[in-house]
């Protein structure tokens, strides 16, 4: 790889960064944390996929896809007491512990409980990851994936199948959380749209179901998920800490070493470069002097300003659409027609195409910001389920449109979830940043934990799901359009706003309070009189 660039106008630590053969490392490193944890949290798309009843005694059944075929089922088991023969494209557990027909619903509550593992992990390992470090608290997500995988599957019923599964997704949850920030804070500023769009869910989602082909057995696939985080725990040895987060806890003489060995990685190194890594080191020794040293910050802090308030409640109800919409159709696949492997790797065909599209996009058209990224892929998803839905309510017989249609409005949910992530990541400072993607991701695990029954609660008239779905995507968009600024190419903010913005704790007179000094003046930009 060459040389890369000096950088000049650099004039925070955000900007110093630069392409070279570290940020392929981390890129490497990001791809291992990334598949442990879509496997887990996509599992159930074939752990949970509901099998077939084709025979029962001396009946056969072989009108599987009517719409009375469970009542069929009912009525001769009730009459003879027989065992049904089941059959699935995948032996899942729904399979394995005779779950079907009606017996998937503990299925889909199993499915449910899983991702509230995913809620809380989120919630704990991201403030974690704020206090003690991303690259710490990654591995420790790794190993507990690693070690609970493992053992689900040895489950020997649904129930301790559904326990050892809560414990893999709360680890899943927190490197779900973490990962992609420590991504952000790793990569060149201009770069970290298409990082986080090249190490995705999607081009994962076809290597899953490769594997998920040639060992069509849930056991089998958990252990290859299991043994999957081992080398992420090796990788996760060899990186480095975050520097961002090093200088954010106040570390800046090991924040400035690793930026160091880091350029000496990149073949960066030089002494214009390292005589403007001291400047900057410099001016953090200042900010650092001037703010207190060492202060913790906790998810109260997202609603320190009107402004973070906004940016919280709006990014996370996006996010908490997007989630139900997503995985409501990922985990009712066996609703499409055609192979489960085959519609998989479609789908991950296509957000990866996104995804690429996405990012040459962002490289090469400036004018293209999150807002207006935002925007098209409401109006993509929107369109092909409101196509759906007309499908439906009209009876049209059009399974493969219909099934084309779901998975290309379902991979450009992806870019609804990377516009978001890479905004909140750009709008909140280093000391809340990872606290408000934690923050956020409870919502996404509140819209998981609605998915899987989704269709059983909206499906009251043909189409309603997706015309359901259609109208809160159309709210979501119109939220962000109007309340999120354009956040493409601003640097990354170190440090909170200043006291005199927030929102809570006014002096008695009405003026706000910076350390016990009442300002008269709320105009930042001019000098504060001590009264």
């Given at each position: 790889?060459?040389?890369?660039?000096?950088?000049?106008?650099?004039?925070?630590?955000?900007?110093?960064?630069?392409?070279?053969?570290?940020?392929?490392?981390?890129?490497?490193?990001?791809?291992?944390?990334?598949?442990?944890?879509?496997?887990?949290?996509?599992?159930?798309?074939?752990?949970?996929?509901?099998?077939?009843?084709?025979?029962?005694?001396?009946?056969?059944?072989?009108?599987?896809?009517?719409?009375?075929?469970?009542?069929?089922?009912?009525?001769?088991?009730?009459?003879?007491?027989?065992?049904?023969?089941?059959?699935?494209?995948?032996?899942?557990?729904?399979?394995?512990?005779?779950?079907?027909?009606?017996?998937?619903?503990?299925?889909?509550?199993?499915?449910?409980?899983?991702?509230f593992g995913v809620l809380l992990g989120a919630v704990t390992f991201g403030q974690l990851s704020d206090h003690f470090g991303r690259r710490k608290i990654l591995f420790i997500c790794s190993v507990g994936m690693f070690a609970f995988d493992l053992a689900a599957s040895y489950a020997s019923s649904l129930n301790g199948f559904t326990a050892l599964m809560l414990g893999a997704m709360f680890f899943s949850g927190g490197s779900s959380a973490i990962g992609h920030v420590f991504l952000m804070e790793s990569v060149p500023k201009k770069d970290r749209v298409w990082s986080i769009l090249i190490v995705s869910y999607s081009p994962n989602y076809i290597l899953l179901a490769?594997?998920?082909?040639?060992?069509?057995?849930?056991?089998?696939?958990?252990?290859?998920?299991?043994?999957?985080?081992?080398?992420?725990?090796?990788?996760?040895?060899?990186?480095?800490?975050?520097?961002?987060?090093?200088?954010?806890?106040?570390?800046?003489?090991?924040?400035?070493?690793?930026?160091?060995?880091?350029?000496?990685?990149?073949?960066?190194?030089?002494?214009?470069?390292?005589?403007?890594?001291?400047?900057?080191?410099?001016?953090?020794?200042?900010?650092?002097?001037?703010?207190?040293?060492?202060?913790?910050?906790?998810?109260?802090?997202?609603?320190?300003?009107?402004?973070?308030?906004?940016?919280?409640?709006?990014?996370?109800?996006?996010?908490?659409?997007?989630?139900?919409?997503?995985?409501?159709?990922?985990?009712?696949?066996?609703?499409?027609?055609?192979?489960?492997?085959?519609?998989?790797?479609?789908?991950?065909?296509?957000?990866?195409?996104?995804?690429?599209?996405?990012?040459?996009?962002?490289?090469?058209?400036?004018?293209?910001?999150?807002?207006?990224?935002?925007?098209?892929?409401?109006?993509?998803?929107?369109?092909?389920?409101?196509?759906?839905?007309?499908?439906?309510?009209?009876?049209?017989?059009?399974?493969?449109?219909?099934?084309?249609?779901?998975?290309?409005?379902?991979?450009?949910?992806?870019?609804?979830?990377?516009?978001?992530?890479?905004?909140?990541?750009?709008?909140?400072?280093?000391?809340?940043?990872?606290?408000?993607?934690?923050?956020?991701?409870?919502?996404?695990?509140?819209?998981?934990?609605?998915?899987?029954?989704?269709?059983?609660?909206?499906?009251?008239?043909?189409?309603?799901?997706?015309?359901?779905?259609?109208?809160?995507?159309?709210?979501?968009?119109?939220?962000?359009?109007?309340?999120?600024?354009?956040?493409?190419?601003?640097?990354?903010?170190?440090?909170?706003?200043?006291?005199?913005?927030?929102?809570?704790?006014?002096?008695?007179?009405?003026?706000?309070?910076?350390?016990?000094?009442?300002?008269?003046?709320?105009?930042?930009?001019?000098?504060?009189?001590?009264?």
């Open positions: 790889m060459p040389e890369a660039k000096k950088h000049h106008g650099i004039e925070a630590l955000g900007d110093f960064p630069v392409l070279g053969w570290y940020t392929v490392f981390v890129l490497v490193l990001a791809e291992f944390i990334t598949f442990p944890q879509m496997a887990n949290m996509s599992f159930m798309i074939y752990g949970g996929y509901s099998p077939t009843v084709i025979s029962c005694g001396d009946v056969t059944f072989t009108n599987n896809t009517s719409s009375d075929h469970c009542n069929a089922v009912a009525a001769v088991v009730s009459k003879t007491n027989c065992i049904p023969e089941l059959t699935a494209q995948f032996e899942s557990v729904a399979m394995e512990f005779g779950r079907y027909c009606d017996g998937m619903i503990d299925v889909k509550t199993s499915i449910s409980i899983q991702m490769i594997v998920a082909y040639f060992l069509p057995n849930w056991r089998l696939l958990m252990r290859v998920m299991s043994f999957a985080s081992i080398p992420t725990m090796l990788l996760l040895w060899a990186a480095y800490e975050s520097p961002r987060w090093l200088v954010q806890r106040g570390a800046l003489t090991e924040a400035k070493q690793t930026y160091e060995t880091i350029e000496k990685l990149n073949g960066s190194l030089s002494v214009e470069r390292q005589q403007i890594l001291n400047q900057l080191i410099e001016k953090e020794v200042v900010a650092l002097e001037e703010r207190r040293s060492g202060k913790r910050h906790y998810i109260y802090h997202l609603f320190y300003t009107w402004d973070l308030v906004l940016y919280t409640a709006v990014l996370s109800f996006s996010l908490l659409i997007t989630s139900m919409v997503v995985y409501s159709l990922m985990f009712n696949m066996e609703k499409l027609s055609g192979s489960l492997y085959l519609n998989n790797v479609i789908l991950g065909c296509i957000r990866y195409s996104f995804n690429l599209l996405a990012s040459v996009t962002d490289l090469k058209f400036p004018c293209i910001g999150r807002k207006f990224m935002h925007k098209f892929a409401v109006f993509w998803v929107a369109g092909p389920l409101l196509s759906v839905f007309i499908i439906k309510y009209f009876g049209f017989a059009l399974p493969t449109l219909s099934n084309i249609l779901t998975l290309v409005g379902m991979a450009m949910c992806s870019q609804l979830f990377v516009v978001v992530l890479v905004g909140s990541s750009e709008l909140f400072p280093t000391p809340i940043r990872n606290t408000a993607s934690s923050f956020q991701q409870i919502f996404t695990r509140v819209g998981s934990v609605i998915s899987p029954h989704f269709f059983h609660l909206t499906n009251f008239w043909p189409g309603a799901p997706y015309i359901f779905m259609v109208g809160v995507m159309l709210l979501n968009g119109a939220s962000f359009w109007l309340c999120i600024p354009e956040t493409k190419g601003t640097p990354m903010k170190d440090h909170m706003p200043p006291k005199h913005h927030r929102i809570w704790r006014r002096g008695k007179d009405g003026n706000r309070e910076l350390d016990g000094i009442d300002l008269v003046s709320d105009d930042v930009t001019k000098p504060l009189t001590v009264v």
